[in-house]
């Protein structure tokens, strides 16, 4: 049955269970899977890419746990172009498929040491069997950034010929930037008017600009990992490329509410700690204390804030530190019900910029009390 809504802008696909889940040292239990595909339904993603049903054993009943949980969006298993593995992905009762092979002359060569015509016909065949038993098929294109472009031109013609409904742009080191990208996508999408999903690796830390690359580029689908979970360096965050498109008005489906418990619960099930500065979802990145910054938050919270703290489970705190201004330290005092003047303050800044650089850190509200009322009773 098909379960992605036709017509839509823009899909995104979460491979947390199965790429996230590739990351060295992380293993999910069956039913941290099913709670966190639950998250993901939450959040609104389209399809979930839930794992590998060949490896067999708990990984398999998993997906089936998942395929039979009456989500809302799409699940999605992945394969090797073999029957076999389409056959156990059907067994699960998934909906779709994700049909991966290289197509970069590297990976060919050295890995399966096949040539293209061979891989082209195992892809070929895989889907064909995948179109009988009902399937969405994606065909994963692994590699692809550095794959030679007239192939991949053949490769996505021949696939989508045999029933593939789209093709995953691969950057699977995490190699391109932002304009090749989208120039690449580009070129793609025009030759062959095949719909694409881009699926980034963020080795040079560009994983979410390439995929909103693409994205503007014409690739309507969008690969993610909540936390930006993935192999080495890991791939385009979930968190960020939702923000984006509600930053730029794609993004009206998606429970950007949701995310924080999401990205939470993946951070723990994964022995992952989210940065206290990790864009959207760490716990720092609305505290300020800059006294340019603070002044004008205080003032006006989008001076100096992209969007609001609440959508996204966060909250706004001015924090007193070595460079604190007038504005924050008067803020705090009020919060605090400390009593404050024009000619505490000057006293007041001095010990605060002392007892900061003592500890290193931005103060505690305890210690802050400390300051002000050894001021106080000078």
């Not at 197509?103 to 061979?118: E, G």
Request: overall charge negative; glycine content about 10%.
């Amino acid at each position: 049955m098909e379960k992605l809504s036709p017509g839509k802008a823009v899909y995104v696909v979460d491979t947390t269970l199965r790429d996230g889940e590739q990351t060295a040292g992380v293993a999910f239990g069956k039913d941290e899977k099913l709670a966190i595909a639950r998250l993901l339904d939450t959040v609104g993603v389209d399809q979930i890419e839930v794992g590998t049903p060949a490896m067999g054993g708990e990984e398999a009943e998993a997906v089936s746990m998942i395929a039979a949980a009456g989500l809302k969006a799409s699940i999605m298993a992945w394969c090797r172009a073999t029957v076999g593995d389409i056959a156990a992905a059907a067994a699960c009762g998934v909906d779709a498929v994700e049909i991966s092979s290289p197509v970069s002359d590297l990976h060919l060569r050295h890995k399966l040491r096949l040539s293209r015509a061979t891989v082209l016909v195992n892809t070929i065949t895989a889907v064909a069997y995948a179109r009988k038993h009902g399937l969405y098929i994606s065909v994963g294109m692994e590699d692809a950034s550095r794959a030679d472009e007239e192939f991949l031109l053949e490769y996505i013609r021949a696939v989508t010929a045999a029933g593939a409904r789209r093709v995953r742009y691969c950057d699977t080191v995490g190699i391109l930037d932002p304009l090749t990208m989208a120039v690449r996508i580009e070129r793609l999408r025009r030759e062959t008017g095949v719909e694409i999903e881009v699926h980034a690796h963020n080795d040079f830390g560009m994983a979410t600009a390439n995929t909103v690359a693409a994205y503007q580029a014409g690739a309507c689908f969008l690969g993610v990992t909540a936390n930006g979970l993935g192999e080495r360096a890991g791939n385009a965050a979930l968190e960020e490329v939702l923000m984006f498109l509600r930053h730029s008005g794609d993004g009206a489906g998606y429970n950007l509410a949701g995310v924080q418990m999401l990205c939470q619960y993946v951070a723990a099930a994964s022995g992952r700690i989210i940065p206290a500065w990790k864009p959207v979802v760490g716990q720092a990145i609305f505290h300020h204390e800059s006294g340019i910054h603070a002044d004008g938050v205080l003032k006006n919270p989008s001076l100096y804030e992209p969007y609001n703290p609440a959508d996204v489970g966060l909250e706004r705190r001015i924090v007193i530190g070595k460079h604190s201004g007038r504005a924050a330290l008067l803020h705090k005092c009020r919060e605090l019900g400390l009593p404050m003047n024009e000619e505490l303050l000057a006293f007041a800044a001095v010990g605060i910029k002392r007892g900061v650089l003592k500890v290193k850190r931005s103060l505690t509200d305890d210690e802050i009390r400390d300051i002000i009322g050894t001021v106080s009773r000078v």
